[in-house]
């Protein structure tokens, strides 16, 4: 019998209708339910693509003992952490606060109101059974403790980010968080943490743009060491296209394997830039097969693109990358198969695990060139033959599954990154971008509304700030691009719109929610949607000459001051505010589009394009001064 999920339109939670759990979504009737029987809720927080929320819902919500002990001692309750973003934000927060291990699946004890108590992640079934009673009697003997901690908790999240304010920051916060990066760099293997490593695009953007600002040389050379090893790794999909979630281990050769909308989009910005900095010819094909492989998996029926791909698949996590031996044998000739082993570093007995072979070349494509005698371009010829015999089988394979709700921040990233690819890589991403903005402005934005989530036609749940951050700056970036003013027209009423809805006090807020509204000016796997909107609001009032914005920019960089001369590093995306704040931003205008044509080709950060038909020449202001060149 399916439980109340089986209404739901996120797939994350369908995945769980046929629990013996009796899940409730998150919602009035499940607080109201904790609130009349007087129980703990149990929330559990995760999404489609995550592994081992799979694997909690197999080894515990699918055994009737947990069920039992669940529904009849707590509220049970089920969150995607992609639909209702601000929700997870905030339980997350408290698991930080908290000290817990923190990741998904999160499994938050809170009181009938949702004030946390105490959180886990992932929990094996057993001890999990341990824990539901522990805290149940817990809650039946001592409840009255147990509110007052979560409210302390809560509280201490109100307070999180007091103390932080200041005066603006200055020019040294660039090179203080370029030190900070760099301190971090596996000099080995590139990327900028021990394992589990993740891509981190706004690192490496953050130091293509400090070098080209006039920065040390070693913030290039760090960026595109780390970018070359990724793209050498396993954690890149060398046949299909798109990088998976992140590495397990140093040297990016096992990837935890879903692949998520916005990583891809990330990458798009930083391997173009990377491109448009040094032309090394594998940015640029790194970009073009991003693009193809997003429109070839992720692209949706409404114009949008799904949020993520499975690491499962009914082989197993990661099976459907990995290839045998012999299946290797059958596909490819003797020859072929001989060229696969050494470009990819395949063997009899497998790379991975239980016989697999993960695709992984390690070395530069020169470097395999060279040492199997062959030129660089007889190399990209036969590996491209391998590669299509190679993709033809993995097709016999059963993919892993698509989350197609559409996300309108990830999109909004995603338009950011194409409208960025079609300047500098690939001029035809500039038609898949128009598009993408148009189904944006017309199936997400309606009467006025934005919202957050697209399932098909319907949009569901209201906009939250960084959907309106990361799809005002695609609108941004796609309007130079295109050297269309409707696309500015359309990111400055949005912003009207986003600065009414969530700045007060000097802030900006994560949603109209008033329990749910924290709005972390801190980068995760993506920048901080705080940090894009004040980029935005600056990039308008040099753009635009909407100058209410720049003063409400200027607040909120002062609200979170001591953060960026603190932490320059956890908040990248807030100090490439500061350098656009202190006078890097730059607008260029001409009458003709001709004689802008080069100027769009060169990769300057933070610069902007206009069509003015009153100007003559081409007219470059900067720092308050506008000068005509050549």
């Known amino acids: 019998m399916a439980n109340r999920l089986a209404f739901e339109k996120s797939l994350y939670l369908r995945q769980h209708a046929d629990n013996p759990v009796n899940w409730f979504p998150f919602g009035k009737e499940a607080f109201e339910k904790a609130g009349k029987e007087n129980k703990p809720l149990f929330i559990s927080i995760g999404y489609s693509s995550c592994h081992w929320c799979h694997v909690m819902e197999e080894e515990s919500f699918q055994d009737e003992e947990v069920a039992r002990i669940l529904n009849s001692r707590f509220v049970p309750v089920k969150v995607d952490r992609e639909e209702l973003p601000h929700v ?104 900028y943490s021990p394992p589990p490593k993740f891509p981190l695009p706004h690192f490496n953007w953050f130091l293509l743009r400090y070098f080209s600002l006039g920065g040390s040389g070693r913030a290039f050379e760090s960026a595109a060491f780390t970018l070359k090893a990724m793209r050498l790794g396993s954690v890149y999909d060398q046949i299909g296209g ?55 998996e992720l692209l949706l029926s409404n114009g949008l693109f799904a949020s993520s791909q499975d690491a499962d698949s009914p082989e197993g996590e990661g099976r459907y990358y990995a290839f045998t031996w012999g299946e290797l044998k059958e596909a490819l000739t003797p020859e072929e198969l001989e060229f696969a082993r050494q470009l990819y570093n395949l063997s009899p007995e497998g790379n991975w695990e239980e016989g697999l072979n993960l695709l992984y070349p390690a070395e530069e494509f020169e470097v395999k060139a060279e040492k199997l005698g062959l030129s660089l371009e007889d190399l990209l010829k036969k590996k491209a033959l391998v590669d299509s015999k190679l993709l033809s089988l993995r097709g016999k394979k059963v993919p892993p599954a698509t989350d197609e709700k559409a996300l309108t921040d990830w999109n909004g990233y995603l338009l950011w990154g194409l409208a960025v690819a079609s300047r500098f890589v690939e001029p035809a991403a500039k038609e898949r971008a128009v598009a993408l903005a148009t189904s944006l402005l017309e199936r997400s934005y309606r009467d006025g509304k934005l919202y957050h989530v697209l399932y098909g036609s319907e949009p569901a749940v209201e906009a939250l700030l960084d959907d309106y951050a990361f799809l005002i700056r695609g609108l941004l970036e796609l309007g130079s691009a295109t050297l269309n003013d409707d696309f500015y027209s359309a990111a400055a009423e949005l912003a009207d719109i986003a600065v009414k809805a969530f700045y007060r006090g000097g802030r900006l807020y994560g949603s109209s929610d008033n329990t749910f509204n924290l709005a972390d000016p801190f980068d995760g796997a993506y920048p901080s949607g705080v940090a894009v909107m004040v980029q935005n609001l600056l990039i308008m009032s040099e753009l635009l000459g909407l100058n209410e914005f720049k003063k409400v920019a200027e607040n909120v960089l002062r609200s979170y001051s001591e953060a960026v001369n603190r932490y320059p590093s956890g908040v990248v995306s807030l100090v490439e505010a500061v350098l656009m704040e202190g006078g890097e931003l730059s607008v260029v205008e001409s009458a003709s589009q001709e004689a802008l044509g080069k100027l769009l080709k060169e990769f300057r950060p933070y610069r902007f394009f206009r069509l003015n038909p009153e100007v003559e020449g081409v007219k470059v202001c900067e720092r308050g001064v506008c000068r005509e060149i050549k």
């Open 242 to 296: 798109g990088f998976h979630r992140y590495s397990t281990d140093a040297a990016w050769f096992v990837p935890h394997f879903e692949k998520m909308l916005y990583d891809q989009a990330g990458l798009l910005v930083t391997y173009s830039e990377a491109y448009a900095l040094s032309g090394y010819w594998l940015f640029k094909e790194t970009v073009k097969e991003l693009i193809s492989y997003l429109e070839r």
């Open 88 to 191: 997870d934000r905030f339980y997350m927060e408290a698991c930080r606060a908290m000290g817990g291990s923190c990741g998904w699946p999160l499994s938050v004890f809170a009181t009938p109101e949702g004030e946390p108590f105490f959180i886990a992640t992932y929990v094996p079934k057993e001890r999990f059974k341990r824990l539901l009673l522990e805290v149940a009697e817990l809650w039946e003997k001592k409840s009255d403790s147990v509110v007052k901690g979560a409210k302390e908790v809560v509280k201490r999240l109100a307070s999180l980010l007091e103390g932080l304010e200041g005066e603006l920051p200055g020019p040294s916060a660039a090179a203080n968080c370029f030190k900070e990066i760099e301190s971090r760099l596996d000099p080995v293997n590139g990327g």
